[in-house]
T-cell receptor, first 115, second 115 residues
Framework: AQSVTQLGSHVSVSEGALVLLRCNYSSSVPPYLFWYVQYPNQGLQLLLKYTTGATLVKGINGFEAEFKKSETSFHLTKPSAHMSDAAEYFCAVRAPTSNTGKLIFGQGTTLQVKP | ETGVTQTPRHLVMGMTNKKSLKCEQHLGHNAMYWYKQSAKKPLELMFVYSLEERVENNSVPSRFSPECPNSSHLFLHLHTLQPEDSALYLC??????????????FGSGTRLTVV
C-alpha cells in the first residue's frame, strides 16, 4: 500500500526566498507522484507530476520537483517565492499498477509568503 | 468551460433541509470522486464511482447519499445534516480508477454551511 508524508504542515518564507516543500512516500514499486496547489475556496490544481523518465520535472508557475528513489522523496521547490504562491500544497502518490490505483494524498502544507 | 463543474458554489442549509450538490465533467473520464475538506483536517475521500458503479464508500453517514446517473454527472444528496458537516465538498474525475498515470481533475468545490 502507498502512503505519503508531507513534513511541515506550515511553511513560511519571505518574498524572493527559496521555497522548499517536503514530501516522502512509501511504496513497494516506483509510484506516480503528483503535486497539487489549492488556493482559498478553490479546488486542487495539478502543479506537476512524475511518471517515468527524467527525474526532475517542471510544472506551472515556476515550480519543479525531483524524484529521488533512494530517498523516497519528491520535494517541491521554487527558486524565488511570490506573494501569489501563498496557498495549500498537496503531495500525492499513485501505484502504477494496482487493484486500487487511486491517488493517496498527503496532509497538505500551507505556504505563507511574507512581504 | 472548465473540465469539472460543481454547483452551487455556496450553500447554506438548515439541519432539516434536503439539498443536492451537482458535479459535471466534460473530459470523457470514467471515474468520479467526492471529497470532504474540513478546516484543519486532511482531505477525506467519501465516495468513488467507476463506470457509474460505486466502488468505494468510506464509512460515510447515511445522511449523505451519492448518485451517478451517467459517467458525466455525479450528485451528492444531503438530508438532516449536522453542523459538523459544514465543509468544502470537492468533486474530482480521472480517466480511470484502477490505474493510470493521470492525476485527478478537481472542481472548484461547494462551500456548505449547516445552520
Amino acid at each position: 500500500a502507498q502512503s505519503v508524508t508531507q513534513l511541515g504542515s506550515h511553511v513560511s518564507v519571505s518574498e524572493g526566498a527559496l521555497v522548499l516543500l517536503r514530501c516522502n512516500y512509501s511504496s513497494s514499486v516506483p509510484p506516480y507522484l503528483f503535486w497539487y496547489v489549492q488556493y482559498p475556496n478553490q479546488g486542487l490544481q495539478l502543479l506537476l507530476k512524475y511518471t517515468t523518465g527524467a527525474t526532475l520535472v517542471k510544472g506551472i508557475n515556476g515550480f519543479e520537483a525531483e524524484f529521488k528513489k533512494s530517498e523516497t522523496s519528491f520535494h517541491l521547490t521554487k527558486p524565488s517565492a511570490h506573494m501569489s504562491d501563498a496557498a495549500e500544497y498537496f503531495c500525492a502518490v499513485r501505484a502504477p499498477t494496482s487493484n486500487t490505483g487511486k491517488l493517496i494524498f498527503g496532509q497538505g502544507t500551507t505556504l505563507q509568503v511574507k512581504p | 468551460e472548465t473540465g469539472v463543474t460543481q454547483t452551487p458554489r455556496h450553500l447554506v442549509m438548515g439541519m432539516t433541509n434536503k439539498k443536492s450538490l451537482k458535479c459535471e465533467q466534460h473530459l470523457g473520464h470514467n471515474a468520479m470522486y467526492w471529497y470532504k475538506q474540513s478546516a484543519k483536517k486532511p482531505l477525506e475521500l467519501m465516495f468513488v464511482y467507476s463506470l457509474e458503479e460505486r466502488v468505494e464508500n468510506n464509512s460515510v453517514p447515511s445522511r449523505f447519499s451519492p448518485e451517478c446517473p451517467n459517467s458525466s454527472h455525479l450528485f451528492l444528496h444531503l438530508h438532516t445534516l449536522q453542523p459538523e458537516d459544514s465543509a468544502l465538498y470537492l468533486c474530482a474525475s480521472s480517466q480511470d480508477y484502477w490505474q493510470g498515470a493521470d492525476g485527478y481533475t478537481f472542481g472548484s468545490g461547494t462551500r456548505l454551511t449547516v445552520v
